[in-house]
């Protein structure tokens, strides 16, 4: 069964500390791996997407890594602002008949205090 | 054009209420998305459309009704719904092996 589980389930950090959230899954046959940023009760942004050549992709403060071997993503977020409140969202996207088939994790839940 | 626009944006209805969410992007994507997504859980797939035809259908009731008018364009026509059915629902749209865009999604809430 496609599977995607994502670690811690919450957390919270000072503004200005990094923090590193962890996804593994059981998806095939993978074709990319997303993380999305989810504001509460706001639809996801897409913060990097990765295939399976490639190990790590930054995008400003945020960089994710992906070991295809093992299953296994992180996302690193440095110097963390009070606007990195939110949830994140491991995808992971496999074929399926229609074309692609979107397993989400659960999301962790960050909170950056002042 | 990086958007995928729902409208509206909030909407309370009655359980005997008709009404109809939609979801609209300009970016050419032949693959477009209904998600429902309860607080504190992630997205489920309701709907997936493929060239503008239903492709999966993940066994919703039919008191929601989907429709692709054209490439652009997605709706979800809302009929005799529960209050259970309250929560957000999220639109996207992807080309294949690509990431997935979404809305900013509609808050239902159902009274």
């Known amino acids: 069964k496609n599977q995607v589980e994502q670690s811690p389930q919450s957390l919270i950090i000072l503004e200005g500390k990094n923090c590193t959230l962890q996804?593994?899954?059981?998806?095939?046959?993978?074709?990319?791996l997303r993380w999305y940023k989810q504001d509460t009760g706001r639809g996801p942004v897409s913060l990097t997407i990765m295939t399976f050549s490639e190990n790590t992709k930054s995008n400003g403060r945020y960089t994710a890594t992906l070991d295809a071997d093992t299953k296994q993503s992180s996302l690193h977020i440095t110097a963390s602002q009070l606007s990195d409140s939110a949830s994140y969202i491991c995808?992971?996207?496999?074929?399926?008949?229609?074309?692609?088939?979107?397993?989400f994790g659960p999301g962790t839940r960050l909170s950056v205090l002042p | 054009d990086t958007e995928v626009t729902q409208t509206p944006k909030h909407l309370v209805m009655g359980m005997t209420n008709k009404k109809s969410l939609k979801c609209e992007q300009h970016m050419g994507h032949r693959a477009m998305y209904w998600y429902k997504q309860k607080a504190k859980k992630p997205p489920e797939l309701m709907f997936v459309y493929s060239y503008e035809k239903l492709s999966i259908n993940e066994s919703v009731p039919s008191r929601f009704s989907p429709e692709c008018p054209n490439s652009s364009l997605l709706n979800l026509h809302l009929h005799a719904l529960q209050p259970e059915d309250s929560a957000l629902y999220l639109c996207a749209s992807s080309q294949w092996g690509r990431e997935a865009f979404f809305g900013q999604g509609t808050r239902l809430t159902v009274v």
């Open positions: 996804c593994n899954y059981t998806v095939s046959p993978f074709s990319n």
């Open positions: 995808v992971v996207s496999a074929f399926g008949n229609y074309g692609q088939n979107f397993v």
